[in-house]
């Protein structure tokens, strides 16, 4: 098992771009979803005769103001996987990888026991609202993790390092047309995301 989480790992720095992203989207995915079930398991009360919240409560200052939090907020998360990412690597993992995979630990624990904010009515709305927003701002993630991924500056083939088998330095760093792509793509999703969740919250 240990050895084919390791191939899988490491074969994230054998392809392209747009295939590494795509594999990093499926695991966060996986890890959040397994999450979730852990958290709806753990406490199915949460979903049972919730008290109703007004979105509105959640927003303050209207939405241009709601939506510059979400998108700092979120980009505080694309700067510990991008640092991260570009700090170090050790064997197959970075430290921003495992900031990604604890995100989406985090994000599906806390769906799967319906400890938001404004706790939703069902694990339907909740669903739904994933796909309106949640989906869109894990993608961000997944896609900025999976264009830093290879990027590291010092990379040792152990943990703990104790040698460097590979220096890099900030100047020497080059990305592809792919990977300006996917720097865009995360962009959009981010943005869109949070306007999207501004204007819900000020309904």
């Known amino acids: 098992m240990s050895k084919s989480i390791g191939r899988l790992f490491s074969g994230l720095y054998r392809v392209g771009a747009m295939k590494r992203t795509i594999i990093v989207w499926l695991l966060l995915q996986a ?4 999450f979730f079930a852990a958290g709806y398991l753990a406490k199915p009360g949460a979903w049972q005769d919730v008290p ?15 939506m510059g939090y979400i998108v700092l907020r979120n980009c505080i998360v694309l700067l510990l996987i991008g ?4 700090l170090v690597r050790f064997g197959v993992v970075t430290p ?4 990604l995979i604890v995100q989406g630990a985090a994000i599906g624990w806390l769906a ?6 404004v706790p939703f009515p069902s694990v339907a709305a ?4 994933y796909l309106r927003i949640g989906l869109w701002e894990t993608s961000a993630y997944a896609v900025f993790c999976g264009l830093t991924l290879t990027k590291s500056l010092l990379v040792a ?13 900030l100047r020497s760093l080059r990305f592809s047309g792919a990977e300006k792509a996917l720097a865009v793509l995360t962009l959009l999703l981010l943005v869109g995301a949070a306007l999207v969740e501004a204007l819900y919250l000020a309904r």
């Open 112 to 117: 799967g026991t319906n400890g938001f904010e």
């Open 157 to 169: 083939d152990s943990f703990p390092a104790k040698e460097w088998a590979e220096k890099h330095t």
């Open 96 to 99: 921003g990888l495992l900031v």
């Open 52 to 66: 109703a919240v007004a979105p509105s409560s959640a927003a303050v200052g209207g939405v241009a103001s709601t």
């Open 126 to 129: 909740a669903n739904m609202q």
């Open 31 to 34: 890890v959040l979803w397994v």
């Open 83 to 86: 640092a991260g990412n570009l």
